[in-house]
């Protein structure tokens, strides 16, 4: 599987499952997350997910591990740091929660760009990562499923050649 934007595990791939299983067509729209989170919010279980950075350093447990190479997430979502798609570096978060108003309070945040670390969200820039779960936990990859933890993530440097039109591409996007 070759991921380009993101990897996740925890709440969000719940919603990409139960938004792949209504697909009806080849693509549809964010309303199409809508019932999707709801009902993922409504019956979230909670799911300790860690992630093991090339160094071996072993970090979580998190309701929520996004790997980017973005800072935007889902169109509306801004993740903190400097986030560069260029550096061969992955962007690591590890996203802590008690309950399902924990996530729901991260997702607000998200929307209005209003994420910041602190003890509820940890990140760790790395080139391999791992992410481990203690149950069964679903992974998403670029807005698909992809399978299920332990996923093994790793930057291929200069593996993609983007060609982006500069009247429309800004830095602060």
Same mark, same amino acid.
């Given at each position: 599987? $070759?991921?380009?934007?993101?990897?996740?595990? @925890?709440?969000?791939? /719940?919603? #990409?499952?139960?938004?792949?299983?209504?697909?009806? +067509?080849?693509?549809?729209?964010?309303?199409?997350?809508?019932?999707?989170?709801?009902?993922?919010?409504?019956?979230?279980?909670?799911?300790?997910?860690?992630? $093991?950075?090339?160094?071996?350093?072993?970090? @979580?447990?998190?309701? /929520?591990? #996004?790997?980017?190479?973005?800072?935007?997430?889902? +169109?509306?979502?801004?993740?903190?740091?400097?986030?560069?798609?260029?550096?061969?570096?992955?962007?690591?978060?590890?996203?802590?929660?008690?309950?399902?108003?924990?996530?729901?309070?991260?997702?607000?945040? @998200?929307?209005?760009?209003?994420?910041?670390?602190?003890?509820?969200?940890?990140?760790?820039?790395?080139?391999?990562?791992?992410?481990?779960?203690?149950?069964?936990?679903?992974?998403?990859?670029?807005?698909?499923?992809?399978?299920?933890?332990?996923?093994?993530?790793?930057?291929?440097?200069?593996?993609?050649?983007?060609?982006?039109?500069?009247?429309?591409?800004?830095?602060?996007?």
């Amino acid at each position: 599987e $070759v991921m380009v934007l993101m990897v996740g595990a @925890g709440i969000d791939s /719940q919603i #990409v499952e139960r938004a792949h299983s209504k697909r009806r +067509g080849s693509t549809f729209g964010k309303l199409a997350y809508i019932g999707p989170i709801a009902r993922s919010l409504v019956s979230y279980h909670k799911i300790d997910h860690w992630f $093991v950075l090339e160094d071996g350093s072993r970090h @979580g447990p998190f309701a /929520q591990v #996004v790997v980017a190479n973005i800072a935007g997430y889902g +169109g509306f979502w801004r993740m903190p740091g400097d986030v560069r798609y260029d550096d061969g570096l992955f962007d690591v978060y590890g996203f802590r929660a008690s309950g399902a108003m924990g996530l729901l309070r991260h997702g607000v945040r @998200g929307a209005l760009k209003k994420l910041e670390e602190g003890s509820d969200l940890v990140h760790f820039q790395a080139s391999r990562v791992r992410i481990e779960a203690s149950d069964p936990s679903p992974v998403q990859c670029d807005g698909d499923p992809a399978g299920s933890c332990p996923i093994e993530i790793r930057s291929v440097p200069r593996a993609l050649t983007l060609v982006i039109d500069e009247r429309t591409y800004s830095r602060s996007d």
